[in-house]
C-alpha cells in the first residue's frame, strides 16, 4: 500500500509520499514515488504515484525516456504548454502502460492499476494539481477540494479536512502532513517511513525544500508523541456522557 498527498496553498504546493512497497509481511522494501522533472526559470512538475508498482515504475521511465529523447508521436511532459496538457499526458500514458499489461482494450485491469498526483507550474501560468485515475481521466484541485491523496487515504484524512488553511506557512503544512503521515502509519503497516517531502513555492521554478524523513527522525518523534499525547488530553477534557 502507499500513502501519498499533493496539498495546494495560496504559497505553492506541498508534496509528501511514504516510500514503503510489499509483496506480503515479508517482503518490504522502500522505493521512491515522488519523481520530479525541472527546467530552470520554465517549468516544475512533480509526479507521485500509488498502485502496482511495475505500471508506476514503467509510467516514470517512459515520461523520463521520451523527455530526454522525444519522437514526434511522443510528446514530452517538458515541452507540454500548460499543466493540463501535461496531466492528460500522464493521463495517456498511464492508460498506455496499464493496457499493454493488461490486453483488455479500453478497459483498466485492477490487477494493474495505478493512480497518480501531478502538480507544479509552468512559467506564465499559476500553480495546479491533479490527481490522474488509471482510466487516463483526472480532475483538478481547487478552493473546495484543495488537496488529493492517493493510497491509504482514510486514516490521515480527518487531520487534513480539520485543520487545512491556504494560509498555513510551510513549516505548519509539513507539521499538518506529518501529523496525517504519522495517523495513517499507525493504522496501517503497509505504509511506513522514510517519507519523502518537497514544497515548491509560486513563481520560483525551482525546488529548495525538498528532502527525506528517516524513521529516527527527532522531530517527527516529537510530532508523534506530541500527538498521541494531546488526543489524550483533549479525550479526558471532553464532558462525560450521562444515561440520564
Known amino acids: 500500500m502507499t500513502y501519498c498527498v499533493g496539498m495546494t496553498l495560496n504559497s505553492g504546493i ?105 502538480g507544479g507550474q509552468i512559467k506564465g501560468m499559476t500553480p495546479r494539481l491533479f490527481l490522474v485515475y488509471p482510466e487516463g481521466n483526472f480532475i483538478e484541485a481547487s478552493a473546495d477540494n484543495p488537496f488529493f491523496q492517493i493510497g491509504e487515504n482514510k486514516y490521515g484524512k480527518p487531520i487534513l479536512v480539520r485543520a487545512y488553511d491556504p494560509e498555513m506557512s510551510h513549516k505548519a503544512a509539513m507539521k499538518l502532513l506529518l501529523v496525517s503521515f504519522d495517523s495513517t502509519i499507525k493504522a496501517n503497516l503497509s505504509v511506513g517511513l522514510p517519507l519523502d517531502y518537497q514544497i515548491y513555492e509560486t513563481d520560483s521554478f525551482k525546488l529548495e525544500k525538498q528532502g527525506r524523513i528517516e524513521a529516527d527522525d527527532p522531530y517527527f518523534l516529537q510530532v508523534s508523541n506530541g500527538w498521541g499525547d494531546a488526543l489524550k488530553e483533549a479525550f479526558l477534557e471532553l464532558p462525560e456522557f450521562s444515561f440520564d
Open 14 to 118: 506541498v508534496f509528501m509520499s511514504d516510500t514503503r512497497t510489499n509483496a506480503g509481511v515479508d517482503d518490504i522494501a522502500s522505493v521512491k514515488k515522488m519523481h520530479t522533472w525541472t527546467v530552470d526559470g520554465d517549468r516544475v512538475i512533480t509526479i507521485m504515484t500509488a498502485g502496482n508498482l511495475a505500471t508506476t515504475q514503467s509510467l516514470i521511465s517512459l515520461l523520463s525516456e521520451r523527455s530526454v529523447k522525444p519522437k514526434k508521436r511522443d510528446p514530452s511532459i517538458l515541452k507540454a504548454p500548460t499543466m493540463f496538457q501535461v496531466a492528460r499526458l500522464v493521463g495517456d500514458t498511464l492508460r498506455e502502460v496499464i493496457q499493454s499489461n493488461a490486453g483488455s482494450g479500453q478497459e483498466a485491469s485492477s490487477a494493474f492499476n495505478a493512480t497518480v498526483i501531478v
